[in-house]
């Protein structure tokens, strides 16, 4: 049972932690941490006991509905056990960086042990009713994390985050209910390899991607990300693009490519071309950027177009580059949240010109700005560059058209040139009257940050740390598409 433990021991301490009296918030606080803490180590322990070459691993099984044939099923490979590490490791990360909140303590740990739960679940579960409980219930807390710990415009913002989300899983579930009818079954393992009619595979893929498109988010389903980013405490901004996105592409990984393969390969050139608006649109939108905040969140927009892109190519190096750029993504665009996080509880401010000159005034937080941010725009020897490379790679010996390859490879250079230019304004830039005599990072900030950027240059140094994991399960979808 060590996955439904991975799973549920955060909802019993968030259960716990909402039942903790206002007064002793700092019960709360441990709570949360040791909770989130022991999960890392329980996730751990399955990565080290994973073998790379076995497949689905872990499995639990057991009748939950059988007049429907829903089952309780769980299990892990090599596509689900990097986004679990991620999920149990931000989630720390979140609940250590929140040690400060003292609005409503006990209720906001309680709702980052609950969103833990549902992003665990979504990247363990098997059965297609479990998945999408897992689904929706990450819905809940992240609403409640920015309309109540949020910015001004937290209530625009949670409901906007909301309405669109909803919007997609309706498509979702209305995918779900056609295979169920059609196949008899809600297992996702026993779907594969059935040779389901081409026409409706069609139709069904076209009900997943609104489903998944809107959580990656794909342009022009992207609008709710910046808002939800902006209003979002430091955390909750953490956990989004850390987690909540790669939701998305994990759900075209896990569920059309190798359910509905021939669809995959219709649907490849219209999913090519959006990819490749994503990534230099995106960028475009950061350059126009003046808040910190707002310019990491659609740099997300852009990378998750990667993703996109090595998605669409269904090629061994391009899904491998797309499950690399997904976990790169995750840690150095989580450090870039928190980073900006620790300026702004300094300066109170994230405007991009009264932040200017942190490099003279705290040179650790200057540095590992600029150390996350080269990260992010694919420098060679960090986590960025893995993923962009293969990707690229995997479009180019794909048949999906070289025009939309080209431009993604643009997206590249535009990377680059925004986030050079918001390195040389912040932090190299001249002293700002907000950045005068702050102080510079606490220890507990710097350990918050060791992990991410550990991962950052061990993934970037030795791809095989990441791509061993992924490479096995990544095979056995390129072989699904060739057949189909």
């Known amino acids: 049972m060590l996955l439904s433990a991975i799973v549920f021991l955060p909802l019993i301490g968030a259960i716990v932690a909402a039942l903790v009296p206002k007064d002793r918030a ?7 941490t040791v909770v989130t803490a022991v999960d890392v180590v329980l996730v751990i322990f399955v990565v080290l006991r994973f073998d790379v070459g076995a497949g689905m691993q872990f499995v639990e099984r057991a009748v939950w509905v059988p007049q429907l044939g829903i089952s309780y099923h769980l299990g892990v490979d090599g596509i689900s056990i990097t986004m679990l590490l991620l999920s149990a490791l931000l989630s720390l990360i979140a609940v250590v960086a929140s040690w400060k909140m003292d609005t409503k303590p006990t209720t906001y740990f309680a709702m980052l042990l609950l969103l833990e739960v549902g992003m665990n679940g979504v990247f363990l579960a098997l059965d297609f009713v479990l998945f999408y409980v897992f689904w929706e219930l990450v819905l809940v807390p992240m609403y409640f994390l920015i309309g109540t710990w949020g910015g001004p415009r937290k209530e625009y913002a949670s409901i906007k985050f909301f309405l669109y989300t909803l919007f997609g899983s309706v498509f979702m579930l209305v995918g779900i209910i056609a295979l169920y009818l059609q196949t008899g079954t809600f297992d996702m393992t026993a779907m594969i390899g059935l040779g389901l009619p081409a026409t409706f595979q069609w ?6 991607f609104l489903g998944f498109a809107v959580k990656v988010p794909i342009v022009p389903l992207h609008t709710w990300l910046p808002d939800a980013h902006v209003e979002a405490p430091t955390a909750a901004s953490v956990l989004l693009a850390g987690i909540l996105l790669k939701m998305g592409t994990y759900g075209f990984i896990r569920i059309a490519l190798p359910i509905l393969p021939h669809a995959a390969k219709q649907w490849a050139p219209f999913i090519t071309a959006l990819a490749a608006i994503s990534i230099v649109y995106g960028a475009a939108l950061a ?11 659609y740099s997300s927009v852009s990378h998750m177009g990667f993703v996109m892109l090595g998605i669409a190519s269904g090629t061994v190096e391009g899904l491998n580059g ?7 993504h995750g840690v150095v665009t989580g450090m870039l949240f928190l980073i900006v996080g620790m300026v702004y509880d300094r300066t109170h401010t994230r405007m991009i010109e009264d932040v200017s000159g942190l490099s003279s005034q705290v040179p650790v937080a200057g540095g590992l700005l600029a150390f996350a941010s080269f990260a992010s725009l694919g420098l060679p020897g960090l986590s960025g560059f893995v993923g962009e490379f293969l990707t690229l790679l995997g479009a180019w010996k794909s048949t999906v058209p070289a025009g939309w390859v080209v431009l993604a490879a643009v997206g590249v250079l535009l990377a680059a040139a925004y986030t050079l230019w918001m390195v040389q304004r912040v932090v190299l830039g001249t002293p700002s009257h907000a950045v005068a005599d702050i102080p510079d990072l606490s220890v507990r900030e710097i350990a ?11 993934v970037g140094l030795y791809w095989n740390s990441l791509l061993r994991f992924t490479d096995p399960a990544v095979a056995r979808i390129v072989a699904l598409l060739a057949g189909a």
């Open 322 to 328: 797309a499950l690399a750029v997904m976990f790169s």
């Open 26 to 32: 700092g019960i709360a606080r441990w709570l949360a």
């Open 203 to 208: 139709w069904v893929f076209a009900a997943f």
């Open 448 to 458: 918050i940050l060791v992990p991410l950027v550990a991962l950052t240059l061990t």
């Open 287 to 297: 350059f126009a950027q003046t808040d910190l905040k707002k310019l990491v969140a």
